[in-house]
């Protein structure tokens, strides 16, 4: 029977030692989570708890049943410690990022006993760790990074922050143009900016708005920059504007802006053209008939006698200008004719009688004619009286108004004798 009891005993002991070597291996494990797996500020896991052995050494004696219960009871209380511990020790990380970019979390880490280390990653991550966000993504995400050596697990909080992406502005229908000289360059592009930002718009090089009044001397090709900017982002087009030379007509008119001309036959007649070019273009003047090619005179005679229209052109070698102008041909003026016979050009009175002068004159053209009186006589009558004794010259003149005929008359005033006795 003592010895029933001596074996019972035994296996009490026995028991409550196993009990104790498991107690002792969870409090190890409780022991490697909260300071085998740690992660740094770098996001490294680093062991920097651990300063005691990875493991105790387990000494089984023969003790009694109330101290094995009491190491027991010590044991739990120290997991107990341990747990709350590695909840304290949750690591904090901050990452940032910008819409459209693709998060990539590479978690590094330590262990202890060199084990094997798997990653978990919580939503929006994929089980790689990774993310790609995109437009409409902004915002702040909290996930959780849990790394394990398959006997215990540690976590860390990541923050992703994600910044809206800025969408550039956009530039639309801002092509090459061409214009002419003297036209107008308008440009009216289309400018969009998808996040609604206040837009700042310049335009460079050849203009400096959005519209130009070409000038005459602009021809050529010419560079125009446009560019936009939202104050973040800033985009730019640059087009050819091609403006083509436009060839202003000569301008002419004839000296003293005549436009009809009156010339006698036998006379010389001018053209002098006072002609220039807007372009500077070297100018070919061309006479019409009756003149002669680039001659700008011309003598008519009788056979030319009427109205003459000439056709006077000027051309820059790209443009004709023509013009008309009219010559009236006019008869040689005939100057009037004294007819012979008609008053005697030696006149003989007696002191006391009228001188009466009787002249006539013709005129081939047909002119009036205006008769005057210079001299001893101013009209065609005059009653002499003794003070008119003696010789007198009387000129007789006839105008058509143009050219005029001279004739002279000598007039003798004679005083009768007187006698004196017988």
Same mark, same amino acid.
């Given at each position: ?23 002792? *291996? ?32 387990? =000494? %089984? ?10 190491? %027991? ?73 849990? @790394? ?15 910044? *809206? ?35 700042? #718009? ?25 560019? #936009? ?5 800033? =985009? ?20 003293? /802006?005549?436009?009809?001309? *009156?010339?006698? %036959? ?6 002098? =053209? ?35 229209? %000439?056709?006077?052109? =000027? ?19 005939? @100057? ?52 008119? /004794? ?13 050219? *005029?005929? #001279? ?16």
């Amino acid at each position: 029977m003592k010895k029933a009891l001596i074996i019972l005993l035994f296996l009490v002991v026995l028991v409550i030692g196993c009990q104790n070597i498991n107690d002792i *291996e969870k409090f190890n494990e409780a022991k490697s989570v909260s300071g085998s797996i740690a992660l740094n500020s770098l996001g490294v896991y680093d062991d920097s708890n651990n300063s005691s052995s990875a493991k105790e050494s387990v =000494v %089984v004696s023969e003790k009694n049943v109330s101290e094995e219960k009491n190491e %027991v009871e010590e044991n739990v209380e120290n997991e107990e410690n341990i747990e709350n511990k590695s909840k304290d020790s949750l690591t904090y990380f901050t990452k940032e990022y910008t819409e459209g970019e693709l998060i990539k979390l590479d978690p590094k880490a330590i262990d202890a006993e060199g084990d094997e280390l798997t990653f978990e990653f919580s939503q929006p991550l994929d089980k790689n760790g990774e993310w790609q966000t995109k437009k409409g993504d902004a915002g702040e995400y909290k996930v959780l990074v849990t @790394a394990s050596d398959g006997k215990s697990k540690t976590s860390a909080e990541v923050t992703l922050i994600v910044n *809206e992406l800025n969408t550039p502005p956009q530039i639309v229908n801002f092509e090459d143009v061409t214009v002419k000289e003297g036209n107008k360059v308008v440009f009216s592009p289309k400018i969009t900016d998808s996040d609604g930002d206040e837009l700042n #718009v310049k335009y460079s090089g050849w203009m400096d708005s959005n519209e130009k009044l070409t000038s005459y001397d602009d021809a050529g090709k010419y560079n125009v920059k446009l560019a #936009v900017s939202d104050s973040e982002n800033e =985009v730019s087009k640059e087009i050819t504007v091609t403006v083509e030379n436009v060839n202003r007509a000569p301008l002419f008119e004839l000296s003293g /802006s005549r436009n009809e001309i *009156e010339v006698k %036959v036998g006379e010389t007649v001018f053209l002098d =053209v006072d002609a220039k070019d807007p372009d500077g273009d070297n100018l070919q003047i061309i006479y019409g008939k009756p003149f002669y090619g680039k001659e700008n005179k011309w003598t008519p005679t009788e056979n030319d006698l009427g109205t003459h229209e %000439v056709v006077v052109a =000027v051309s820059d070698g790209y443009t004709s200008v023509n013009k008309t102008y009219v010559i009236k041909v006019l008869q040689l003026n005939n @100057a009037p004719q004294f007819v012979d016979g008609s008053q005697k050009l030696e006149v003989l009175i007696q002191v006391g009688d009228t001188v009466v002068l009787t002249p006539e004159f013709t005129d081939k053209d047909g002119d009036k004619l205006t008769i005057t009186y210079e001299g001893w006589m101013t009209a065609q009558t005059k009653r002499t009286t003794s003070e008119d /004794s003696g010789i007198h010259g009387v000129t007789i003149k006839a105008s058509d108004g143009q050219d *005029e005929s #001279v004739v002279i008359v000598k007039v003798t005033v004679n005083t009768p004798p007187v006698f004196v006795g017988v």
